[in-house]
């Protein structure tokens, strides 16, 4: 909230303005009660309704005053709670979008969904209306008491006692409230990540029947998040009980004082009056509190759980004497030094151990070797989305970890083997490397991985609408869009994990052209694990057990057997 604070003061002006008139219109009610209601016998009616009139008057004008004071307020503090809530949700969103891979290895995207939407409007409906009305109801709660004390100092104060003895229960009852709030948004968020998942997998899901049994671990969790939130429901119901019947027992014994002090003569029908609608207005705002500060507990467990988030920090960090890379000619210079790295989730599970590899600048190297050698690691190593545990990976001769990240993913394109496909156009997807290609370029780059041959056959060309994660597409088609965006990346340095390995064999023939028209003029490494889309590599390096145990041409490593002339041998004759 720190950034608007203009609008934050020009919204309690306008909040003090309202409790002002409000506490305004018991001591107004006074003054009729006691100059026109209650005047001496024997006045004449005329100057009795002319006085009533005039005091009518007084009370509509505080009434204006009031209602544009509070219509003003409610619409400053609105605007205060959704531009607070926009940008905490933004900020959140922006956070994790910088995370490396660790982060989601612990936490799930449904959770993360969960705190961006669910915990963000409790934090929206707290800043937006329970501040306001918190502030509100504290300014008439102490400008009540005053007046009250001001009016009957010595039984306010007696009363001020009473309620002070609820305080410190109130508060104990509140922390067990807040932990509640905290474990309820934790339950929901369960749901969201379970929800998140399978929504994402519905064709497995469906493919073996399990949807009972998917729907059944939902609902288990669905009742968990319901009895969480009730037995926090219920611990609130206590305390908004607790404060309310506290205060306004309190209360209600200073009122029956103030009706003997009447009859004792000493006090007025008016000041009686006028108690009466402060107590009222006093009693209004306790209960109101209460409410509030329940509210104010559930999103203080939200923003506890977005406060994490805000909190980590990636530990792929931005260095900070930043290098920059030379301008690339023909491709990166890629080096790989004593290479030991194992994933932080399994720390004792060694992936590389001790690799060493140097590929020059404009050459293919194709990585094979048999299921967890470590060859999709290089490639994550090769993006920084992890750190090297020992060792170092050199580009042009500078050290990864001291290259701005940015500036070091802006050399590399990729082909995955599962081509993620975005919610959009042919066209935007294409040129998600590079948003501002131009309608040529992006076409250039779509006929050369062969996507204009299907696209022309679309309802509405390149501006086809595809779909979440492409589903409209067949495999094949999603393949070669992940081809043809990397295409028009042009950056010196590509990486190819099984990049045809969804398509049909008169597609990959031709796509597997477009792709070496594509290495030329810049570094490539492969990742296959079907060799006939390898043997015209530069080299070609084996790797088992994340160590390199063999290195050469397609025919060299034939003729020395080992472990890829074996695999070569299961795939096709030799």
């Not at 960090?317 to 890629?334: D, H, I, N, Q, S």
């Not at 589903?471 to 045809?500: C, F, H, M, W, Y």
């Amino acid at each position: 909230m720190a950034p608007y604070g203009r609008q934050i003061a020009l919204a309690l002006l306008l909040l003090l303005l309202a409790a002002a008139a409000t506490l305004t219109l018991p001591f107004a009610v006074k003054l009729l009660v006691d100059g026109g209601l209650a005047a001496p016998p024997g006045s004449e009616p005329g100057q009795r309704l002319a006085a009533i009139g005039e005091h009518f008057l007084w009370l509509f004008a505080v009434a204006v005053v009031l209602g544009v004071a509070t219509a003003a307020r409610y619409y400053m503090v609105s605007w205060i709670g959704e531009r607070v809530t926009t940008d905490l949700r933004q900020a959140v969103y922006a956070h994790v979008l910088r995370q490396s891979p660790q982060f989601f290895e612990t936490l799930k995207s449904g959770e993360v969904l969960s705190r961006l939407t669910t915990d963000t409007t409790v934090i929206h409906s707290a800043v937006g209306s329970s501040i306001s009305m918190g502030l509100r109801n504290v300014v008439l709660l102490a400008g009540g008491l005053t007046m009250l004390v001001s009016t009957t100092p010595r039984l306010m104060l007696t009363v001020a006692g009473i309620i002070v003895l609820f305080v410190l229960p109130a508060v104990l009852i509140g922390r067990r409230v807040r932990k509640l709030s905290r474990a309820s948004q934790d339950r929901i968020a369960d749901t969201s990540g379970i929800a998140g998942e399978i929504l994402n997998a519905i064709s497995i899901v469906q493919s073996y029947t399990q949807e009972e049994a998917e729907a059944a671990r939902f609902s288990a969790a669905n009742e968990k998040a319901f009895v969480t939130s009730i037995r926090r429901t219920a611990m609130r119901s206590a305390f908004t009980a607790f404060v309310i019947i506290g205060v306004f027992g309190s209360l209600l014994y200073g009122l029956y004082g103030g009706v003997q002090a009447v009859l004792a003569g000493q006090m007025s029908a008016g000041q009686l009056s006028q108690t009466a609608l402060y107590v009222m207005l006093v009693a209004g705002s306790v209960a109101v509190l209460a409410e509030v500060w329940g509210d104010l507990l559930r999103a203080s467990g939200a923003t506890e759980r977005l406060m994490e988030l805000l909190s980590l920090r990636s530990p792929i960090a931005e260095p900070v004497a930043p290098v920059a890379l030379p301008a690339p000619a023909g491709g990166l210079c890629v080096t790989f030094e004593e290479l030991r790295f194992a994933y932080p989730s399994r720390p004792g599970q060694p992936v590389l151990q001790g690799l060493d590899l140097s590929i020059a600048a404009g050459q293919t190297v194709a990585l094979v070797g048999p299921s967890g050698a470590g060859k999709t690691t290089v490639f994550q190593l090769l993006q920084r989305f992890y750190d090297v545990s020992e060792g170092a990976i050199r580009i042009d001769g500078i050290d990864l970890r001291c290259v701005r990240l940015d500036e070091l993913r802006r050399r590399i394109a990729v082909v995955a083997q599962e081509a993620v496909i975005f919610s959009g156009s042919v066209a935007e997807n294409i040129r998600y490397g590079r948003p501002q290609a131009s309608d040529d370029e992006t076409r250039a780059a779509a006929a050369a991985a062969f996507v204009d041959e299907f696209v022309q056959r679309l309802p509405e060309g390149y501006a086809t609408f595809v779909g979440e994660r492409g589903v409209r597409l067949s495999g094949g088609q999603r393949q070669r869009i992940a081809i043809a965006r990397a295409i028009l990346k042009n950056a010196p340095l590509l990486l190819l994990d099984e990049a045809t390995s969804s398509l049909d064999a008169a597609s990959e023939r031709v796509v597997q052209a477009a792709l070496e028209a594509a290495m030329s003029g810049r570094t490539t490494i492969v990742i296959a694990h079907r060799l006939a889309t390898v043997q015209r590599a530069d080299r070609i390096i084996v790797l088992d057990h994340g160590q390199v145990i063999d290195a050469g041409t397609h025919l060299e490593l034939i003729e020395r057997g080992g472990l890829y002339a074996r695999l070569a041998a299961l795939q096709f004759a030799v």
